[in-house]
């Protein structure tokens, strides 16, 4: 089994900055990817970052050059420092771990979410 926490969200106002993290556990072997989601209230979830296991990066237009996707080393715990934050980033973002194995194909993994809200 596969659990995926994130931290880091909160209160901030338009202009500053939060990071947010997630930590992967258990069962990681055939990690393949993990990403940043974010859904606000009548919306539907949506990507805000993504980054594979080899590094290639990907990122929702509405925040490039705003946000940074990272990890650790080891590739189980993910970053994202979100700067000059807008009303409209506020939303829960969650964090997502996606597996594959020859096996059983591809799985996903889903954190509680992190509430971030900024003020205007």
């Known amino acids: 089994q596969v659990q995926v926490v994130e931290s880091g969200g909160g209160l901030v106002q338009a202009g500053g900055s939060l990071r947010l993290t997630c930590a992967a556990s258990?069962?990681?072997?055939?990690?393949?990817?993990m990403g940043w989601y974010r859904q606000a209230p009548g919306n539907e979830r949506e990507l805000v970052a993504s980054?594979?296991?080899?590094?290639?990066?990907n990122y929702a237009d509405s925040v490039k050059g705003r946000f940074t996707i990272s990890r650790d080393n080891a590739k189980t715990t993910l970053y994202l420092q979100m700067n000059s934050l807008k009303p409209e980033d506020t939303a829960v973002y969650y964090c997502?771990?996606?597996?594959?194995?020859?096996?059983?194909?591809?799985?996903?993994?889903w954190g509680q979410g992190t509430q971030v809200t900024v003020s205007s």
């Open positions: 997502n771990a996606r597996f594959f194995s020859a096996t059983r194909g591809t799985n996903e993994y």
């Open positions: 258990g069962n990681i072997f055939g990690l393949i990817a």
């Open positions: 980054i594979t296991s080899n590094g290639r990066t």
